[in-house]
């Protein structure tokens, strides 16, 4: 049976890819589309949870359950089509699950004083 972990020739490849500067490459990419994306979401849930008007119209009546379940539906439809889709679109498809996750945590920021929501991430 073949085994990855074991196989010479895999683990030279891993090293070479690790050693050409490749996988740092890659890494740093990862890091800065993720931190994009927080920053995104946390731009979104601040913004929302600071207009009042925003809070009512997303979390009363039948808009609070597409405010609250449309992440979950985004992960679907996401998931579903990451293959077929160009870079590009797949980027502009994460900054609007960001959006979107923000939005639906922004109640957060009415139950919470920033102070706490800040002593939480420190």
């Known amino acids: 049976m073949f085994n990855q972990t074991t196989d010479p020739m ?3 490849r891993r ?3 690790v050693e050409s500067g490749a996988a740092s490459s890659f890494m740093r990419q990862v890091f800065t589309n993720m931190g994009l994306g927080l920053f995104i979401t946390a731009a979104a849930a601040w913004f929302v ?3 009042t008007e925003w809070v009512y119209f997303l979390f009363t009546g039948p ?3 597409v405010t609250l ?3 979950v539906i985004l992960v ?3 998931s579903s089509r990451i293959w077929k889709m160009s870079y590009a679109n797949a980027s502009l498809f994460f900054a609007v699950y960001s959006a979107t996750v923000g939005i639906s945590l922004s109640y957060i920021f009415l139950m919470f004083e ?3 929501l800040a002593k ?3």
């Open 114 to 116: 920033i102070a706490m």
């Open 10 to 12: 895999v683990a030279q």
């Open 120 to 122: 939480v991430f420190s």
């Open 76 to 78: 679907f439809i996401f």
């Open 69 to 71: 379940f449309s992440p």
């Open 15 to 17: 090293q070479e890819y």
């Open 49 to 51: 949870g600071s207009q």
């Open 63 to 65: 808009m609070r359950y």
